[in-house]
């Protein structure tokens, strides 16, 4: 069965361009017979034109099949960068947070260090109003003029008849138990 071009064509869903550029003049010689102006091509010629157009189509097969691999790979990209995108938005986030965690740290790490300060300020402030009391009373206690001198020595003790007199006990004091 002898087919046309165009026939040929449109049974493999190509353009007749297309099959022409695959008949070189040997192809021609050999598997074409030219009635009137038309060009017929034999049965050995259209299985052979059938199975270029088959790897042809086999190879736009794989060049779509690639196509659809490439498009998949850029679909994964867009998520691989979609997904890496929002992690980054969640750090920035959580160093947003630790940043506002640190400063409130050193807010209150300077909050106590001036508490600590007023304390000890305030401590100084009894130290001294006490180191200047016991002076007071130190020198109060010192004996003066117009005072009768009760001065007890170490070894007396005051009596159990608990009258306010003192006795001796009789024992004397070395100099180590004076601090006493």
């Known amino acids: 069965m002898e087919l046309t071009i165009k026939e040929l064509a449109d049974e493999l869903a190509v353009s007749k361009t297309a099959i022409r550029k695959h008949m070189d003049d040997k192809f021609r010689s050999t ?12 049965d050995e010629g259209i299985e052979l034109l059938k199975g270029q ?43 947003e947070e630790k940043d506002k965690q640190i400063a409130e740290l050193h807010q209150l790490l300077d909050q106590s260090q001036r508490l600590q ?29 117009h005072q009768s001198e ?14 306010g007199r003192f006795e001796s006990t009789g024992r004397k004091k070395h100099w180590w138990q004076f601090g006493r």
Request: no cysteine.
């Open 31 to 42: 598997y074409t017979i030219k009635k009137g102006n038309k060009i017929l091509i034999k």
């Open 53 to 95: 157009f088959k790897n042809q189509g086999a190879t736009n097969t794989r060049k779509a099949e690639m196509e659809t691999a490439n498009e998949t790979v850029a679909k994964d990209n867009r998520d691989q960068s979609h997904l890496l995108a929002e992690q980054l938005e969640d750090q920035r986030k959580q160093i």
């Open 117 to 145: 300060l007023d304390v000890q300020n305030k401590l100084k402030q009894l130290e001294n109003k006490s180191g200047n009391s016991t002076q007071t009373k130190t020198i109060e206690q010192t004996p003066t003029e």
């Open 150 to 163: 009760d001065n007890i020595p170490d070894n007396y003790q005051p009596t159990s008849a608990g009258d």
